[in-house]
């Protein structure tokens, strides 16, 4: 299962492996998932890792 790498509202990197209907272009990047810092449920969006 591959993990995806995102970001809360609050500025909090974390990855997951369950990122719902990421294939969904007409719902936008963002989706609600609770965030382990934060252990509260928040909008999170995918973050684009550059390779260096």
Do not use: I, N, W, Y
Not at 11 to 33: I, K
Request: some cysteine; overall charge positive; proline content about 8%.
């Amino acid at each position: 299962m591959e993990r995806t790498v995102v970001r809360c509202a609050d500025g909090h990197v974390f990855s997951t492996a369950s990122f719902p209907m990421q294939q969904a272009d007409r719902l936008g990047p963002g989706r609600l998932l609770r965030c382990p810092r934060c252990a509260r449920l928040r909008s999170v969006v995918p973050v684009t890792l550059e390779k260096r």
